[in-house]
């Protein structure tokens, strides 16, 4: 029985499944940070304004 839970506790196969969740879960939660759901904020803010100035310049 001790064996048993000794083999248990030291496999580590699916890990990366539970590992690559987390990344994930970061990343989403970084890209949020980032970009904001607000649009008078942060950086989407500062991107749409660009690309509004681009597009009233390209169209005539």
Known sequence: MLRS???FLRDEEGATAVEYG???GL???IL???F???ETKGLG???KGIF???G???TP
Request: neutral net charge; proline residues 0%; aromatic residues 0%.
């Open 22 to 24: 987390i990344i994930a």
């Open 45 to 47: 803010a500062i991107l």
């Open 27 to 29: 990343m989403a939660m």
């Open 56 to 58: 009233a310049k390209v």
């Open 32 to 34: 949020i940070a980032v």
């Open 5 to 7: 839970i000794t083999r």
């Open 52 to 54: 509004d100035g681009i």
């Open 36 to 38: 904001g759901t607000d």
